[in-house]
């Protein structure tokens, strides 16, 4: 099957089964929400983000987009997008794609991890306002002064977190970790670093699994919630001795870096449910390595002096974005709402910095799915 045809049977299905998007589109297709405007978007580029641009470009507009990471984009996509006849920019990495993105002066930008944000930033730029969605963009948006334009926080909203990072990703992950490893989690100790929405939903799969699961996390607070969700807590480096399946969660460079890494008992498997592509120190690995297997697609063994094995899936990207894993409907619902947060930064005067997305917009996402969800087949 050709990349064009698989890539419409996906947005076939997407259709089919659960419709959030298309209702959007023709609203904005009347009522050209983004005319005159230029918009920049960063984000991963799977088949769920076409799904969601497909009806964003019917507001109007001129649409420019950027590849957040070259591990999470699907070629395929890319192409499709292309003969909507959208600007889309891939370049070496992500860094290229802003750089074109800027180049078009984009007045409004939906972002992951801030990178377009903190570049528009950097060139002095002030669009009309933009929208983030993960953890790590808002993290870095908070340590930036004096933003002089409105970045509408989906993140933090009420649904983001209950049902995209906890229960998507959660989902998601175990059955990608399957398909690359042949391996059941039954039995298994898991090692879970981060207990945010997105690694308390893995820690709570892995557990339905079957796993031993652990959770080392340094906020005390998370900590403890953590404890009273009957997991047992401990710090990183005592459990990394034990762990035989290491999962990052945390948004955090070097999450397991040298110290971590070189702790690591023979046969560990690693893997990254965070946003970007550095909280495994894969560089390390590969300079440190004796040796280097291609075990399989995305699975790559180091052998490290002494004899260690350790194996790691998708090069520390997030592995359930590359394999594009588990079912679309989360993702999709927050789509909607960056969607809808998009019409609403075109339509609003808001106040620069971050901005709490507003109850209402989550109401009407909340409607939307649930009118999918409960309508009779």
């Known amino acids: ?39 920049g978007v960063h984000l991963h580029l799977t088949t769920i983000t076409l ?19 070259p591990a999470t984009t699907d070629p395929g996509v890319v192409e499709y997008l292309r003969t909507l006849g959208l600007e889309v920019h891939t370049g070496r990495g992500s860094r290229d794609g802003i750089a074109a993105t800027l180049a078009a002066d984009p007045m409004l930008f939906a972002d992951v991890g801030f990178a377009l944000g903190s570049a528009l930033l950097d060139e002095g730029m ?8 993960t953890r790590s963009g808002i993290t870095r948006l908070r340590q930036r002064v004096g933003v002089p334009f409105p970045v509408l926080n989906i993140n933090d909203g009420r649904l983001k977190p209950a049902v995209e990072s906890r229960r998507g990703v959660g989902e998601g992950l175990w059955p990608a970790f399957t398909a690359l490893t042949g391996q059941h989690l039954s039995g298994r100790m898991v090692l879970v670093v981060g207990y945010g929405p997105v690694g308390a939903g893995v820690a709570a799969f892995a557990r339905a699994a079957g796993a ?19 997991l047992a807590t401990t710090d990183a480096v005592p459990a990394l001795k034990r762990a035989r399946i290491v999962v990052t969660a945390t948004g955090r460079r070097d999450t397991l870096g040298p110290e971590e890494l070189a702790t690591l008992p023979d046969g560990s498997i690693v893997l990254s449910a965070g946003h970007g592509g550095d909280e495994i120190n894969v560089g390390w690995l590969k300079k440190n390595a004796e040796g280097v297997d291609q075990i399989g697609n995305r699975v ?10 350790v194996t790691v899936l998708a090069e520390g990207h997030p592995l359930n974005i590359v394999t594009n894993s588990g079912s679309p409907e989360p993702v999709l619902l927050h789509f909607l709402l960056l969607g809808l947060g998009l019409e609403h930064v075109a339509r609003t005067t808001l106040p620069a910095g971050e901005v709490a997305l507003p109850p209402e917009l989550e109401a009407e996402a909340a409607r939307i799915a649930l009118g999918v969800i409960e309508r009779p087949a």
Do not use: K
């Not at 790559?300 to 094995?309: A, C, E, Q």
């Open 1 to 39: 099957m050709s990349d064009h045809a698989r890539i419409g049977a996906e947005l076939a299905q997407i259709d089919a089964f659960f419709p959030i998007l298309q209702g959007l589109g023709t609203r904005w297709a009347a009522s050209r929400p983004f005319e005159g405007l230029t918009v």
């Open 51 to 69: 799904a969601l641009v497909r009806e964003l470009v019917l507001g109007g507009g001129r649409w420019v987009i950027s590849a957040a990471n």
């Open 212 to 230: 031993t699961v652990e959770v080392a996390e340094t906020d005390p607070v998370l900590r403890l919630i953590a404890h009273y969700d009957g």
């Open 300 to 309: 790559v063994r180091y052998r490290l002096p002494g004899g260690r094995r």
């Open 126 to 133: 002030a669009p009309r306002g933009g929208v983030e969605i």
